[in-house]
Every structure is written in C-alpha cells, then in structure tokens.
C-alpha cells in the first residue's frame, strides 16, 4: 500500500483598511473566498454526505484566520457579494439577445447568489466555524503557520523566528481550540535550527522542498518518499516535484488547457464604468468582477467564449491522468520504497481563483482515490506518522522552493532593501521587551502589543514577493514602509516614556490583528 497526501496552503496577506471604504486588495480576500474557500468546503461537505472516506490537509494561516474572524471585513464581503448579483443581473440583461453569454451571466448569477445564501443565510458569515466542524469530522487535517508568514530564515534575530512560529501556534490554538500537529514553514523555506522553535512548538511535522530532504546529512535512504525525523524531534516531508509539476507547471499544467475558463480575460476591464458600478463615483479604477466569459483557447488565437460543461469534462480527464500518473508512480516505488508517501502541496487558491476549474478536478480525484482503486490511499502527514512512527534521523538542509529553490524570489534586489529595516525593528523590539519584562503599566503592554503587531506584518513575505513579481509592488513597498515607520514612532514613544494614546489608538485600529498576542516572547 502507497499513500498520498494532499495539502492545500490557504494564506493571504493581512489586508484590512478601516480608513477607507474601497480598498482594491480587500478584493483578494473576498475573491478567494468566493472562488476557492467557499468551493472548496462545498468538495468537502458533499465528499462527507456521500459518506467518500477521503483525508485531507489544509493551512489556514493567521492572517487569514484574522480577516475571515473581522466584522468590518464579513460586512464588505457581504457588499460585495450582493454588487457581484447586480452586476450579473446588468449583464443577464445586456446579453439577452446573446445565447451562449446569456448562459454564462446565468450562470455566474447563481454561483454568487448561491455563495450568498451560504456566507449569509447558511453559515452566518462565519467560515471559521465551518473550518472546525471539517476539523472536528476527522477527515480534514488543519495545520498551523507562522504568525504572518515571515520567512523565518531571512529573519536573522532567533527571537524574531521564535515569535513568528509560538505566536501562529497561540493563534491556532485560539481558533481551533487544540494543539496543532503540522506547521507549514512559510514558502517551505527552511534552514538548520528552526527545528528547534518547532519542536519548542510541541509541533510534529512540517514540509520540505525536495531538495531540503535529498541535501540532508546523511542522505535519506527513501529519498522523498518517508518523511524524516530532525534531531530535534519534528519530521520533514519532502514536497514531490513530479506530481506537482503536473498542476503548477506553465508548459505541462493542467491549468493552462485551453478549454479552461481564461483568468485575464474580465468584463471589468473590458465595459464601462458606469455599467460595472453605476453607483460607484470613481470611474477610472479597473478591477477584477469574476464574470470572465472567455477560455485559455491558445496563446496566439482569439479567446472563444467558456463552455461551462466542457470544462468540467476535461478536468475529469486531469483528474483521471493525475490518479493514474500517481498509481504508476507509487507501482515503480513499490519494489524499493515500502509504504512510499507522495506529499503534494499547493496553494488553496490555485483551486478555483487561478484554475476556476480546481475544485472540480480535486473531488474527482479523491472520489476516484477513494472507490476506484486500492493501490494507495489518501492520508495526512500525521496519521503516517502514526502509522510508521520509526523513520530515519536527518539533518535537513537550507532550502526554500520558488525560483532556484534558495530564497532568490524573497531576496532580490526588487526587494533586500526591506531586511535591513526588518532586522533592526526586530532588534529594538528584544530590547524593548527585555526592558519591560517585569513592570510594563496597562498603557505600555498595549504599545508593546501593538509594536508586535507593526513588526510581524513588515515581516509577511508577500510583500517581498509582490515586489519581486510586480504584481502590487506599490502597495507592497507602502505596507512594509507604513508598517517601519509606526513602529519605530511606537518604539521612541516607549523609549521617552510620552506614548501618544491617540496614535496607539489608530493603530490599533487599522491592525486589529492577534488581540491575544504575547510580546514577552521576545524577550
């Protein structure tokens, strides 16, 4: 018997702005959770009704845990929600005379009422509860994450990586209310010694690039395929860059097919204004609206309108290939790695934001995993190993994935200019700490917690990513400088004993995050 195991990294950056009412990155998050988040418990709850024993790993990260837990943030998903229902009802009207864009502008029409009536009437606008009734069902595994997914070893102060991973464990702790198991190392990036927080962490489990596991000392014996224990005590699971590559690939993905709905192509870049937001008084932005009539068709041709039907069909083919691409490949491990696991980790939203058809493809494949065959079975990193508690002993080595698999997207010169302001906040704030550790008043724990606050979401790697890639490198540079700057305003008002409550106020406005936070793990 093989086993695989599927883990989905559900993480977006804080992003909440009380200050202003249209905030365009607020949209990733309700975007997310209206393309990949809701769709994908729908999987999971109609795989549980059926009663397909399947398991299943998920990340959902602080930040995230955070924005789906935030009033202000629910009350504008709704809003948004209900201008997504408007504007397909705008567009079942102007396309009446179109057949096939008629079908689609129904079509979205119903996914945005049906993701409404779930949120809203359903689940009360509360997915967080829904995340812990999965966990509670035992088919669904939820791990933790550092505290904003900081890249742990660019943070050079150990007591900068040591708050990153207690304060994600606090956090998960607080939601799920029980000690997690796995901890997700933000972009798999590891180097020697965070094994050592984890295990501080009580964690017992995290993930790998290949190459983490395959450069350890000693070489592990079965590759990729077995996790390893850490001479601390937590175990590495090596990502599998074969069936990965199947999904993220940009030549050989599933995603890129070209009778897949095309992710550019959005009426919100393409009509006008006043049609997509006619209440709205700003009519230069453009953003996305998630009625995209269009497929991936090829990359020289003109785009064909979406086949709905079609679609679904052909990710039942990926499905079909990626379950028999795995049997092979469990089959050829079988004479030289006994109980071989295949971990295969991705980004929750590939499925269903980027490659709408996603969700599709994953329920076939666990419906298929589960009733069509017994080569291998779907697990998670914990039951393995409970299941094969003796594993060898490596020490795993420096890696991360991404380009080059060496930190090259987090540290390039797009984006090093932030490390040397990350590193010396992180500096002040273990002085700070130490200084105050045994009579801090009521007013200078509340700065103290806030200037944890201000330092973890400078050290988000999203930022350095969005830099990099240049996606949101504005907004990217604004967050982190906005975030150096109220810390070390913060900072000096401790330091000269005149804190200007008025400021402590508004920042904790703005970054309501972690009320519960522990600023004495700097110390």
């Not at 994908?40 to 399947?54: C, K, S, Y």
């Not at 606008?125 to 995340?131: G, M, Q």
């Not at 400088?481 to 409550?501: A, C, G, T």
Request: glycine residues 4%; aromatic residues 12%.
């Amino acid at each position: 018997m093989g086993y695989l195991a599927l883990i989905l990294h559900a993480h977006l950056p804080f992003v909440r702005h009380p200050e202003s009412e249209h905030v365009f990155e607020e949209d990733w998050l309700f975007e997310a959770i209206t393309e990949s988040y809701i769709p994908l418990i729908a999987v999971m709850e109609r795989l549980q009704n059926d009663g397909i024993p399947f398991q299943l790993t998920i990340t959902v990260t602080p930040p995230l845990c955070a924005m789906l837990n935030d009033p202000l943030l629910r009350e504008r998903y709704v809003r948004y929600l209900e201008r997504s229902i408007g504007l397909s009802e705008r567009e079942i009207e102007r396309n009446r005379h179109h057949p096939k864009l008629l079908a689609l502008a129904e079509f979205y029409l119903e996914r945005f009422s049906e993701c409404r009536q779930r949120f809203v009437e359903e689940w009360k606008c509360d997915l967080l509860a829904i995340f812990r009734r999965l966990r509670e069902s035992g088919s669904v595994e939820i791990i933790a994450s550092a505290a904003t997914h900081g890249l742990l070893p660019l943070l050079q102060e150990s007591a900068a990586a040591r708050a990153q991973v207690l304060i994600g464990r606090d956090v998960y702790l607080e939601t799920f209310g029980a000690e997690p198991a796995g901890f997700w190392l933000p972009e798999c990036a590891f180097a020697p010694g965070i094994e050592n927080i984890l295990q501080e962490a009580n964690l017992r489990w995290f993930v790998l690039d290949a190459h983490g596991l395959l450069f350890g000392n000693p070489r592990p014996k079965r590759a990729i395929y077995a996790p390893c224990y850490t001479p601390a005590g937590p175990a590495a699971y090596a990502r599998d860059r074969a069936s990965s590559r199947q999904v993220w690939s940009a030549h050989e993905g599933y995603p890129g097919d070209p009778s897949y709905r095309e992710f550019y192509r959005d009426i919100g870049f393409e009509l006008p204004a006043q049609h997509l937001c006619p209440d709205s008084s700003d009519k230069t932005s453009r953003r996305f609206t998630g009625l995209k009539y269009h497929r991936v068709t090829g990359k020289n041709a003109e785009k064909e309108l979406y086949d709905v039907g079609a679609a679904r069909a052909v990710a039942e083919t990926h499905a079909t290939h990626f379950f028999e691409a795995r049997r092979k490949q469990i089959e050829e491990l079988r004479s030289s790695h006994s109980s071989a696991i295949i971990v295969t980790p991705f980004d929750a939203e590939l499925f269903g934001h980027w490659w709408f058809e996603g969700p599709h493809f994953l329920e076939t494949l666990i419906r298929k995993a589960a009733c069509d065959q017994t080569d291998f079975e779907l697990t998670t990193p914990s039951r393995y190993l409970v299941e094969y508690s003796a594993q060898q002993i490596v020490s795993a080595a420096a890696s991360s994935w991404g380009e080059n698999g060496h930190l090259a997207v987090w540290l390039d010169e797009s984006n090093s200019w932030i490390y040397p302001h990350l590193h010396a906040c992180a500096r002040r704030m273990v002085e700070i700490a130490r200084a105050h550790s045994s009579d801090a008043s009521p007013v200078e724990e509340r700065t103290l917690k806030q200037l944890v606050r201000e330092l973890l979401l400078m050290q988000s790697s999203d930022w350095a990513f969005l830099m990099k890639s240049g996606t949101a490198k504005d907004y990217a540079t604004r967050r982190t400088s906005d975030h150096v700057r109220r810390f070390n305003k913060l900072h000096e008002q401790v330091v000269d004993h005149q804190i200007d409550e008025n400021f402590l106020g508004d920042c904790e406005w703005r970054d309501n995050l972690f009320p519960n936070v522990n600023w004495r793990y700097y110390i």
